[in-house]
T-cell receptor
Framework: TQLLEQSPQFLSIQEGENLTVYCNSS?????LQWYRQEPGEGPVLLVTVVTGGEVKKLKRLTFQFGDARKDSSLHITAAQTGDTGLYLCAGLSGGADGLTFGKGTHLIIQP | KAGVTQTPRYLIKTRGQQVTLSCSPI?????VSWYQQTPGQGLQFLFE???????NKGNFPGRFSGRQFSNSRSEMNVSTLELGDSALYLC??????????????FGEGSRLTVL
């Protein structure tokens, strides 16, 4: 069973601060996705990274896929209250198990 | 276009009962995946259907089953409910099978409480 460990599990910071959350595994993934889930809703895809070392930017969010395709990070610059939510990483190995999700990072941005 | 629709949104059952949840994917999407989300275990993959065939299955007991109809709508059934089955059940649709890198579009989920 492939596992994705996300850290930190919980993070509460003030608006305007920067933060980084991590997604780590001992397994190699062919691609990795990041989702954000808000209360009462399903997860929404933010980005997919495919190539080792790849960096993608989505406004104030920067996503990086590790060189060995085993880990990823999400960096948020100048966090806003609207960034509050559960951030999930999900890896695809190409096997028969579908996407493997981490347990997520609960992010709270306080005004 | 309309998103993924899951019904019912909330339901309460008692131990031993069975439940059927429904999912209507985005028009044109042929793949439907089901996930169970709990605070302790996070999102866990149940199964995926593509063109009415089960393509992948997660590590859940046989009490959990599903099917997909010719119009791509899907249902999942849980029989002999246990307290531990209380969870948010999420359905996700995609154009292609999850073995690709396609985006998953999730519904809002069905929150099941087992008493």
């Amino acid at each position: 069973t492939q596992l994705l460990e996300q850290s930190p599990q919980f993070l509460s910071i003030q608006e305007g601060e920067n933060l980084t959350v991590y997604c780590n595994s001992s397994s190699v993934f062919s691609s990795l996705q990041w989702y954000r889930q808000e209360p009462g809703e399903g997860p929404v895809l933010l980005v997919t990274v495919v190539t080792g070392g790849e960096v993608k930017k989505l406004k104030r969010l920067t996503f990086q896929f590790g060189d060995a395709r085993k880990d990823s990070s999400l960096h948020i610059t100048a966090a806003q209250t609207g960034d509050t939510g559960l951030y999930l990483c999900a890896g695809l190995s190409g096997g028969a198990d579908g996407l493997t999700f981490g347990k997520g990072t609960h992010l709270i941005i306080q005004p | 276009k309309a998103g993924v629709t899951q019904t019912p949104r909330y339901l309460i059952k008692t131990r031993g009962q069975q439940v059927t949840l429904s999912c209507s994917p985005i028009s044109g999407h042929r793949s439907v995946s089901w996930y169970q989300q709990t605070p302790g275990q996070g999102l866990q993959f149940l199964f995926e259907y593509f063109s009415e065939t089960q393509r992948n299955k997660g590590n859940f007991p046989g009490r959990f089953s599903g099917r997909q109809f010719s119009n791509s709508r899907s249902e999942m059934n849980v029989s002999t409910l246990e307290l531990g089955d209380s969870a948010l059940y999420l359905c996700a649709s995609s154009f292609s099978s999850s073995s690709g890198t396609g985006e998953l579009f999730f519904g809002e989920g069905s929150r099941l409480t087992v008493l």
